[in-house]
């Protein structure tokens, strides 16, 4: 749990189009428990558990485009948990 090989992890988000496959793709970059529940409360607690790493989200601009509201809605649990976890920073590139 929680092994990931370098302290920046990238997940391009410019094709991703369902919410689901977010929550699949962020849990395979940084390996979270088998127990994760692929929603915005667990992805939260989880977030908030992580030792320091630093997440960068390309095409952002993309991501909102397929996902509206709920791009809008992962992205402020991110920014929230990294509020919490001193050693979670989120980088955003449009």
Same mark, same amino acid.
């Given at each position: 749990?929680? *092994? %990931?090989?370098?302290?920046? !992890? /990238?997940?391009?988000?410019?094709?991703? *189009?369902?919410?689901?496959? %977010? &929550?699949? !793709?962020?849990? =395979?970059?940084?390996? %979270?428990?088998?127990?994760?529940?692929?929603?915005?409360?667990?992805?939260?607690? +989880?977030?908030?558990?992580?030792?320091? +790493?630093?997440? /960068?989200? *390309?095409? +952002? *601009?993309? %991501?909102?485009? &397929?996902?509206?509201?709920?791009?809008?809605?992962?992205?402020? +649990?991110?920014?929230?948990?990294? =509020?919490?976890?001193?050693?979670? /920073?989120?980088?955003?590139? =449009?």
């Amino acid at each position: 749990m929680y *092994k %990931f090989d370098d302290s920046k !992890i /990238v997940i391009d988000c410019g094709n991703i *189009k369902k919410q689901s496959e %977010f &929550h699949e !793709i962020i849990a =395979e970059r940084l390996d %979270f428990p088998d127990y994760y529940g692929k929603n915005l409360d667990a992805l939260y607690d +989880v977030l908030c558990e992580l030792p320091p +790493v630093t997440l /960068v989200l *390309k095409r +952002v *601009k993309k %991501f909102n485009k &397929h996902l509206g509201g709920r791009a809008a809605l992962i992205l402020a +649990v991110l920014g929230e948990a990294a =509020e919490y976890n001193d050693g979670l /920073v989120i980088e955003i590139e =449009e």
